[in-house]
């Protein structure tokens, strides 16, 4: 875990910052990043990752919302889960070293019944109530729309226009609006001292004067903090400059710029674009303007849920080499954001990357230099505080071969990591994690001494002169079930350099599933279902639009039930649904990544012309106690987020009260 990135006291962003952020959602990430899923993730993620960005908490102006519509600041029931769940996922990053980042939107806000109403709210915190009036907007919002209609419905609006952009979407607040400043205060104190955030990320800072972020950060004493200047020029660095109070930075701000770079690199298949970032006409990431200062305050990215490729809207993605952009952000100073869907298709690679970074003692504000840099490849040496770490990236990245020097630990698509032998440790080219399936570990030495030998164990002790001794490049078996591997290097008889990965491995059994649809509130006589997704196996019998037809139902705990069962065929399976009645009109919204037993509610609410579903806790079958045995290897949670992988030695010992799947059955544990 990266618990001591956390310690590190700083008013914007720390120096010589040596952690990695994840940004855990992506446009319409619904089910993925729901607040309980990503805490049952938060083991894994907390072992890389030191900061992780969530969405937006607060209940939204529309329902699903990704957040960028804030309506309520107090209340934190958003579509992402409630506010019980949101305290529990912080606190369970949090206790395992990792600070969550919440999406702080503060340059609009929606409206309750007219264009210049706000709620009233009461601020848990400190037991004020809080409000905003016509007055707090800017006089020119909207292009000048929202005065014309306050004049002619008897509202003032502020005297102030806007001293930032304008957007359309939503009311435009006057930051110099003491009223605003007081709302605004008292509500980031509320998210870092009851909710518990670690810090923000700001968005949209283009919309008002980056003096307001320096006075709200230096105001509450945020540790971490990040605008979204959405801009490829000197702005971001200017920007950063004005959130200064007296001589001091305030926040860092995403490189845009670098991100820029990076796409045109790889979209134009030419790979000398990396090496404009030392150019002197790039403020962040250049070494030369002003020794690099500004790299403390880069928060590096080549994707986010802004750029990505939508299901609707080819946004500016990057189209290709997704494992090499992340090698070369990975390998970078500055403080590199790792993007939610990046992370779930190339899980083990960006793991070995941050694995290579920790290992070399990569931070913010290190030196890099370009070691050769042409149409089909880039290779960037960048000087670490324990040692350098040379990597190469591009279509042509396995040509390059380095002198005689470096070690190789980390091969992929279009990229390849070095280690100078000279940084004398050991290398597992297998990252800690849990998997399916048989795993192999191959052991490097990183070496100056030929004769190096690596020792290992497999029981969590430490590894000795006397444990079990290979030469580098042996591949070791790593048994099933939970494993610490502890690796040293061996040299003159004496160990070194010991490290640790803990690996849980099992084998995925394929198994049975029930949906359950109640249509009690809708009044349905019968139930499509459209089914997609997964492995590709789960299309209905009935290929055309709406699906398979059911009629008939089961009664379950007194309502009456359609059901289907379906095979979920791996550990990455699931299926979406739609579901309809008559010739498929009235329908559901889309309902994705089912891989477990659920009973669905059919709502008479609506997003347009579609029925919103409700997920309903019901039907358990049998009541298990917290210390019994199970012989089934997995436990997941209702909505298919694995918890367990060796039940059968653990059983349900040590888990929260609640529901939960095991052995095909719904279970409780009290």
């Not at 030929?450 to 790593?478: C, F, M, R």
């Not at 610490?484 to 690996?503: A, C, D, E, F, P």
Request: charged share 15%; hydrophobic share 35%.
């Amino acid at each position: 875990m990266m618990a001591s990135s956390l310690s590190v006291s700083a008013q914007g962003w720390p120096s010589n910052y040596d952690g990695v952020m994840l940004q855990a959602f992506y446009w319409d990430s619904f089910t993925p990043s729901q607040w309980r899923t990503l805490e049952a993730q938060s083991g894994d993620i907390s072992n890389y990752f030191s900061l992780v960005w969530v969405p937006q908490s607060g209940r939204a102006a529309n329902n699903p919302s990704m957040g960028y519509d804030p309506l309520y600041w107090y209340d934190q029931n958003s579509s992402f889960g409630n506010e019980q769940q949101l305290k529990s996922m912080i606190q369970a990053f949090k206790a395992k070293g990792t600070g969550v980042i919440a999406d702080v939107v503060i340059n609009h806000r929606g409206n309750l019944s007219n264009w210049v109403d706000f709620p009233t709210e009461v601020n848990p915190l400190d037991g004020k109530t809080y409000s905003m009036s016509s007055t707090d907007i800017c006089r020119n919002d909207d292009g000048g729309a929202t005065l014309n209609w306050a004049t002619k419905n008897g509202y003032s609006l502020s005297a102030n226009n806007d001293n930032g952009e304008d957007w359309s979407g939503m009311r435009d607040l006057d930051h110099m609006s003491q009223n605003v400043q007081d709302n605004v205060n008292a509500y980031l104190k509320y998210l870092l001292n009851y909710l518990g955030y670690t810090g923000f990320r700001y968005d949209m800072v283009k919309g008002y004067s980056g003096s307001y972020t320096g006075m709200y950060n230096s105001n509450c004493g945020v540790q971490y903090s990040v605008g979204e200047c959405w801009d490829a020029t000197r702005t971001i660095r200017n920007w950063i400059d004005a959130t200064k109070v007296g001589d001091q930075i305030q926040s860092a701000a995403f490189d845009f710029q670098f991100r820029y770079t990076v796409r045109n690199a790889i979209n134009s298949k030419n790979w000398t674009n990396l090496g404009k970032q030392n150019e002197g006409n790039w403020p962040l990431m250049s070494n030369n303007y002003e020794s690099g200062k500004y790299r403390r305050y880069a928060v590096t990215f080549v994707e986010n849920h802004d750029t990505e490729r939508r299901a609707n809207s080819a946004q500016d993605p990057i189209v290709r080499d997704t494992l090499a952009a992340n090698a070369y952000l990975l390998a970078m100073p500055g403080t590199p954001c790792v993007f939610m869907t990046h992370w779930m298709a190339c899980k083990k690679d960006i793991k070995m990357m941050i694995n290579a970074r920790k290992a070399a003692g990569i931070h913010s504000m290190c030196t890099y230099a370009n070691q050769a840099n042409n149409t089909g490849y880039y290779a960037v040496r960048t000087t670490g505080n324990k040692c350098d770490l040379l990597a190469v990236v591009g279509t042509n990245a396995a040509t390059y071969q380095p002198d005689a020097r470096w070690q190789p630990i980390l091969t992929g698509y279009h990229y390849a990591y070095y280690l100078p032998k000279s940084a004398e440790l050991a290398w597992v080219d297998l990252p800690a994690g849990e998997y399916d399936g048989q795993q192999t570990a191959t052991l490097t030495a990183v070496s100056e001494d030929e004769g190096a030998k690596l020792v290992y164990t497999l029981d969590g002790s430490n590894p000795t002169e006397t444990s079990t001794a290979v030469a580098s490049g042996t591949t070791i078996d790593i048994p099933f079930g939970s494993t610490t591997l502890k690796v040293g290097l061996l040299k003159n008889g004496s160990v070194s350099s010991i490290i640790t990965r803990q690996y849980d491995i099992s084998t995925f059994e394929p198994y049975s599933i029930d949906i359950y649809v109640n249509t009690d509130a809708v009044g349905w006589n019968s139930v499509n279902f459209w089914t997609w997704g997964g492995d590709g196996s789960h299309s209905p019998a009935n290929s055309a639009w709406p699906g398979d037809k059911v009629t008939s139902t089961v009664n379950v705990e007194g309502k009456n039930w359609y059901k289907k069962s379906y095979t979920i065929n791996s550990a990455t399976d699931c299926i979406n649904f739609v579901f309809s009645t008559g010739t498929g009109s009235p329908q559901t919204v889309d309902i994705n990544d089912i891989n477990a037993t659920t009973f669905f509610e059919i709502s008479t609410n609506k997003d347009g012309s579609k029925h919103l579903v409700n997920t309903v806790e019901t039907g358990i079958k049998e009541t298990i106690s917290p210390t019994l045995p199970t012989d089934n290897d997995a436990i997941y949670t209702l909505d298919g987020r694995l918890v367990r992988r060796n039940a059968r030695i653990e059983g349900t010992a040590g888990l929260p009260a609640g529901l939960y799947i095991m052995g095909h059955r719904k279970v409780v544990v009290r």
